[in-house]
Nanobody, 123 residues
Framework: VQLQAFGGGLVQAGGSLRLSCAAS????????MGWFRQAPGKEREFVAA????????YYADSVKGRFAVSRDNAKNTVYLQMSSLKPEDTAVYYC?????????????????WGQGTLVTVSS
């Protein structure tokens, strides 16, 4: 499975961005998709996750109410709509695919990773 994330960029605080993650290859083996981010000097952290085939969605408390994860199964694409962005949202955002039955917030549960896309929020 190959994942390609794109859509990052520079945005002012309070603005919005939509990230996309396109999956290709043996996507039938993917049961869940997650978004993670890593800010400079910090560890990678969970942002959001969505089940490929069910209604499950998870969000980190820091983004709940501001970010929304969605999917388009026909396009094998997952989106992360980010609104009310804050400077502390600045990070490289990664999409990841999990073949675990249950959706997870733990990065260990994700087998496939995209290359990351940089989001910079200016104050």
């Amino acid at each position: 499975v190959q994942l390609q994330a794109f859509g990052g960029g520079l945005v002012q605080a309070g603005g919005s961005l939509r990230l996309s993650c396109a999956a290709s290859g043996r996507t039938v083996s993917v049961d869940g998709m997650g978004w993670f981010r890593q800010a400079p000097g910090k560890e990678r952290e969970f942002v959001a996750a969505i089940s490929w085939r069910g209604p499950s969605q998870y969000y980190a408390d820091s983004v709940k109410g501001r970010f929304a994860v969605s999917r388009d199964n026909a396009k094998n694409t997952v989106y992360l709509q980010m609104s009310s962005l804050k400077p502390e949202d600045t990070a490289v955002y990664y999409c990841a695919g999990s073949n675990r039955i249950y959706l997870t917030r733990d990065s260990v549960g994700y087998r496939y990773w995209g290359q990351g896309t940089l989001v910079t929020v200016s104050s």
